[in-house]
């Protein structure tokens, strides 16, 4: 009876420690608009890079990291009539991109910053992509910084 109640205890002091780790990966509210924002470049762009595409296979992950707002109108029938990547502004990208994310420092007001972001390849390695600048406006909600609009500044 010792054994099974000690497995018991164990069982139940892993699971609350996954539970409380899992909660700590995706909600970061001490996160800076800027940080919030090159984390989800990185793990989008290595998202598609592994053909896990965001928008279509990590829905639920995706709606963690962008507004309500956003959520909303990246699963209507508005963007699936877009015809570009919205993230990205573009209909390709680079796949070493996420290796050359950077940030400028944010204008705050509020709950919401105005930054761009800029994604480029940091070696070179393909011509022709160049690089890519991005307004991104954040909202915080939830505690957390998440994505609401982007613009692309290339065109």
């Not at 009539?81 to 390709?92: K, N, P, V």
Request: glycine fraction near 8%; charge should be positive.
């Amino acid at each position: 009876m010792k054994i099974l109640s000690r497995f018991r205890f164990a069982g139940s002091a892993l699971a609350l420690a996954c539970f409380l780790f899992a909660g700590s990966v995706h909600a970061q509210p001490n996160q800076t608009p800027e940080q919030a924002a090159k984390d989800f470049y990185r793990w989008y762009i290595q998202s598609l890079n592994a053909e896990r595409y965001p928008v279509q296979r990590q829905k639920s992950a995706l709606l963690k990291k962008v507004s309500v707002r956003l959520g909303k109108w990246i699963y209507s029938a508005a963007y699936r009539d877009y015809g570009a990547d919205y993230f990205l502004d573009a209909q390709d990208w680079d796949e070493h991109w996420a290796e050359g994310i950077s940030a400028s420092k944010p204008a705050v007001s509020g709950n919401t910053a105005n930054l761009r972001i800029t994604l480029a390849d940091p070696k070179g390695r393909t011509p022709g992509f160049g690089k890519r600048v991005l307004s991104v406006k954040m909202v915080k909600e939830g505690g957390a910084w998440k994505l609401d609009r982007v613009t692309g500044q290339n065109n």
